[in-house]
């Protein structure tokens, strides 16, 4: 097929679009090198560098035989965008393109618009281009698990039927995000649903948990195929974080009480994910929602897990539980429905000690170059 990844040079548009490359579909990725910049401007940058874009996509051929197409721009210029949906009439767009984290969306005024109009300029120029040019195309959109908040009631897979005052109907499943960042992904939702109403677009919705690991089939093929690793306190999320931190000597940082619990998935499921998501498509007029993570851990046992395997591998690893930076439950309810894409065939990977291990193993190459003072600086919301 021929799939257009939007944020393709991102910590999983890159792995995806070498692992549908290897698979055979013909791929272009754009990108702004947005993240990259931030990372920057906010000194934070990942654990270790990474090929710009271009170089990756040259590495990739030769170490794979074969091309994926970069276009360095961004998706929020729509001229630019639709240039590219002419051309190339995609069959598939996965959607990354988006200002990923809520810390950074809380950081200050500036980073709080960046964020709202890059999240939703993006998702409306996609639909846009996608309806003047390619009405047929799947739009495979990357929503998050936050968009549901943490309410007091089983979490359904995207929809809620209602009964009230004796009649039934069928709505999105009510949305309270905790950050602005997730509160846009929510306006994304919305503006999608909007045009699969109305233009008869197909789209499929992917509640993701946060992700972790470091690792897929492709990357490893080669060290200059890594993907990027965030650790620090804006772009890393927590899992990765503790294993870092447990390297580095740095007392694992569990924010509050630690009881939040979220739904957890390994890098090489979302690419698993977005592969099923892919082949099955959404019909036209359709928004299909899936709830997509594998298994559900409070922050406290995820510290728990990385202290136990850091111990083994000899690093002393201490937890301490800081003043909550977020605005968050600490204990809640949390029983998401995640059935949707294991009946589509998904096989989890799930959080072993071997796998722990595995990330231990690559950061520790790397422990070197670990800047504590990246770690936690108390960015409160
Ligand atoms: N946390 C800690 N200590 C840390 C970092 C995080 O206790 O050092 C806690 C947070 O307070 C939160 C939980 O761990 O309760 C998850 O935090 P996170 O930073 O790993 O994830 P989050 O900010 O929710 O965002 C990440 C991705 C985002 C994605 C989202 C999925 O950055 O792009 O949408 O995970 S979800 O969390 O399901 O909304």
């Given at each position: 097929m021929?799939?257009?990844i939007?944020?393709?040079?991102?910590?999983l548009?890159w792995?995806?679009?070498m692992?549908?490359?290897?698979?055979g579909h013909?791929?272009?990725?754009i990108?702004?090198?947005?993240?990259?910049?931030?990372?920057r401007?906010r000194?934070v940058e990942?654990?270790?560098?990474t090929?710009?874009l271009?170089?990756?996509v040259?590495?990739?051929?030769?170490?794979s035989?074969k091309?994926?197409?970069?276009?360095?721009g961004?998706?929020?210029?729509?001229?630019?965008?639709?240039?590219?949906f002419?051309?190339?009439?995609p069959?598939?767009?996965?959607?990354?393109?988006?200002q990923?984290?809520?810390?950074?969306?809380?950081?200050?005024?500036?980073?709080?618009?960046?964020?709202?109009?890059?999240?939703l300029?993006?998702?409306?120029?996609?639909a846009?281009?996608v309806?003047?040019?390619v009405p047929?195309?799947?739009?495979?959109?990357?929503?998050?698990m936050?968009?549901?908040?943490t309410?007091?009631?089983?979490?359904e897979?995207?929809?809620?039927?209602i009964?009230?005052?004796?009649r039934?109907?069928?709505f999105?499943?009510?949305?309270?995000?905790?950050s602005l960042?997730?509160?846009t992904?929510i306006?994304?939702?919305?503006?999608?649903?909007?045009?699969?109403r109305?233009w008869?677009?197909a789209?499929?919705?992917?509640?993701?948990?946060?992700?972790y690991?470091?690792?897929?089939?492709?990357?490893?093929?080669?060290?200059?195929?890594?993907?990027?690793f965030?650790y620090?306190e804006?772009?890393?999320?927590?899992l990765?974080?503790?294993v870092?931190q447990?390297?580095?000597?740095?007392?694992?940082?569990?924010?509050?009480?630690?009881?939040q619990?979220?739904?957890?998935?390994?890098?090489?499921?979302?690419?698993?994910c977005v592969?099923?998501?892919?082949?099955?498509?959404?019909?036209?007029?359709e928004?299909?929602?899936?709830?997509?993570?594998?298994?559900?851990?409070?922050?406290?046992?995820?510290?728990?897990?990385v202290?136990?395997?850091?111990?083994?591998?000899?690093?002393?690893?201490?937890?301490?539980?800081?003043?909550?930076?977020?605005?968050?439950?600490?204990?809640?309810?949390y029983?998401?429905?995640?059935t949707?894409l294991?009946?589509?065939?998904l096989?989890p990977?799930?959080?072993t000690?071997?796998v722990?291990?595995q990330?231990?193993e690559?950061?520790?190459?790397?422990a070197?170059?670990?800047?504590?003072?990246?770690?936690?600086?108390?960015?409160?919301?």
């Amino acid at each position: 097929m021929r799939v257009l990844i939007l944020g393709g040079d991102g910590y999983l548009g890159w792995p995806t679009a070498m692992a549908f490359s290897a698979k055979g579909h013909e791929v272009r990725v754009i990108d702004n090198y947005l993240r990259r910049r931030l990372c920057r401007e906010r000194d934070v940058e990942g654990l270790y560098e990474t090929p710009n874009l271009l170089e990756r996509v040259r590495r990739w051929k030769a170490i794979s035989g074969k091309s994926i197409t970069p276009h360095i721009g961004d998706c929020c210029d729509y001229p630019f965008l639709s240039r590219i949906f002419e051309q190339f009439e995609p069959e598939a767009v996965i959607h990354y393109a988006e200002q990923p984290s809520a810390p950074f969306s809380m950081l200050d005024h500036g980073a709080a618009d960046l964020t709202i109009t890059n999240n939703l300029r993006s998702t409306l120029n996609l639909a846009w281009a996608v309806h003047a040019f390619v009405p047929q195309c799947h739009i495979i959109k990357l929503g998050t698990m936050g968009e549901y908040g943490t309410p007091n009631i089983d979490i359904e897979e995207g929809w809620l039927d209602i009964d009230h005052n004796g009649r039934r109907d069928r709505f999105l499943y009510p949305r309270q995000a905790g950050s602005l960042y997730h509160t846009t992904k929510i306006q994304d939702t919305d503006l999608l649903w909007f045009y699969v109403r109305t233009w008869k677009l197909a789209v499929t919705d992917l509640m993701q948990g946060p992700v972790y690991g470091l690792s897929t089939t492709e990357t490893d093929l080669d060290d200059e195929l890594k993907t990027n690793f965030n650790y620090d306190e804006i772009f890393g999320t927590v899992l990765n974080r503790f294993v870092v931190q447990a390297v580095a000597g740095y007392p694992l940082t569990v924010y509050g009480k630690g009881g939040q619990t979220r739904g957890y998935l390994n890098i090489r499921d979302t690419l698993a994910c977005v592969e099923l998501a892919l082949l099955t498509p959404a019909a036209p007029g359709e928004l299909r929602v899936f709830n997509q993570f594998v298994e559900t851990f409070s922050v406290n046992e995820l510290a728990d897990r990385v202290s136990r395997v850091g111990k083994a591998r000899g690093h002393a690893v201490t937890v301490e539980n800081l003043a909550n930076p977020r605005v968050e439950a600490e204990e809640h309810y949390y029983n998401p429905v995640h059935t949707g894409l294991r009946e589509l065939g998904l096989k989890p990977h799930l959080l072993t000690d071997e796998v722990l291990s595995q990330m231990f193993e690559v950061v520790e190459r790397h422990a070197g170059q670990i800047d504590k003072h990246k770690i936690f600086r108390g960015y409160r919301w």
